[in-house]
């Protein structure tokens, strides 16, 4: 065999003294052998490790670097909890927890400092266990959103962080249907301290599982109950009226969005108008059952409405609207257009010479 074939032979085989490596393939790492393996996915939640990557966390065993600092000498409560991972996205904190046991631990500790934890990016392509693993240490959350966890949200894996952080100020529970009437039984003993609670397309909800909320005083500021079709006046009226236990809530209310609660009529719209002085934003939306009967009431008894959503409202007219206009407030409905030649007149008086009118 001649030299030039022995040299080819080694260069395919690895043999040689500068291997190379055939493509979409890499020198396995994980099992310290010298074949050459297929590289892998990295999964995100898996707790395993490979010693490259942990050489870039410590220098444990690492002669060129024992003299120097690395990532995990940092503080890790000060610094990196702090100021440094609340910068990675939550995929990017699950790659970095599957890096070595020391980095499983700094995530873990962060998990447990957080004040927020929210899945809404990721709606229903999202897991049970990597939820578990964010909220198992968790005593002090602020701030709780799932908006689109549809079938991965039970109940189960709500209540103990419902339960754990009972100083919640914002839950949002946006199309979780897999959820029950226990959740919001949780919610109103456990969380005294909430002011944003979004409860939209919840279809479970009912006033017997609302009754846990309405007996608890608490300054809710906003409150979305768009959606829930089982919610109609008895629900909303008991919400607001006028007694010990509603006044706080009715005074502190500025944001109440009940759209397409097809049911809905106006007596509940009367008990909102009546209970609640401090009103920025009311949405009614599809709510065809919603007259002028009511509306009338909101332009007395609410000085503070900034935005009125009435769209689908087919009784609701420019009657009941033209003085809420009038106050500089939002409508969702444009006011109906004057005669065409009353449009046209500011048209005329500008250009006279350009104008060219059609009978």
């Not at 969005?257 to 009546?274: E, I, K, P, Q």
């Not at 106050?327 to 444009?334: A, F, N, T």
């Amino acid at each position: 065999m001649s030299t030039s074939d022995t040299k080819s032979e080694n260069c395919s085989t690895g043999e040689g003294d500068n291997m190379t490596v055939l493509p979409d393939k890499q020198p396995c790492h994980s099992c310290n052998c010298d074949e050459v393996c297929e590289p892998k996915d990295d999964s995100l939640f898996e707790d395993s490790c490979s010693e490259a990557t942990e050489s870039l966390f410590s220098s444990k065993d690492n002669s060129c670097l024992n003299d120097s600092m690395t990532l995990l000498d940092l503080p890790w409560e000060q610094v990196l909890s702090y100021h440094i991972l609340p910068y990675l996205s939550v995929p990017d904190l699950f790659r970095l927890r599957a890096v070595s046991p020391a980095c499983l631990e700094l995530v873990q500790l962060h998990f447990s400092y957080s004040h927020v934890v929210n899945t809404s990016p990721f709606k229903d392509n999202f897991s049970p266990k990597a939820f578990e693993i964010m909220t198992r240490d968790c005593q002090s959350l602020r701030v709780l959103s799932v908006r689109g966890a549809k079938s991965w949200m039970t109940n189960g894996l709500l209540l103990k962080v419902i339960i754990s952080n009972p100083r919640l100020e914002k839950i949002d529970l946006t199309g979780c249907i897999a959820l029950s009437g226990a959740s919001m039984y949780c919610i109103g003993v456990n969380c005294s301290h909430l002011k944003h609670l979004a409860l939209r397309d919840c279809v479970w909800l009912t006033l017997d599982n609302f009754l846990s909320f309405l007996c608890n005083r608490r300054d809710i500021e906003f409150l979305d109950m768009s959606g829930c079709w089982n919610v109609n006046d008895d629900l909303v009226v008991n919400l607001v009226k006028t007694s010990p236990r509603a006044q706080c809530l009715s005074f502190s209310l500025k944001h109440l969005l009940m759209s397409n609660l097809y049911g809905l009529t106006d007596r509940a719209v009367v008990a909102v108008a009546h209970s609640c002085p401090n009103l920025i934003q009311l949405n009614l939306k599809g709510c065809w059952r919603i007259t002028n009967q009511s509306i009338h009431l909101l332009s007395q008894f609410c000085p503070k409405l900034r935005f009125l959503q009435v769209m689908e409202c087919g009784s609701v007219t420019e009657d009941s609207l033209k003085s809420l206009r009038s106050r500089g407030v939002r409508i969702d409905r444009l006011p109906p257009p004057s005669s065409s030649l009353a449009r046209l007149e500011p048209l005329h008086r500008n250009n006279p010479h350009r104008l060219n009118l059609v009978l």
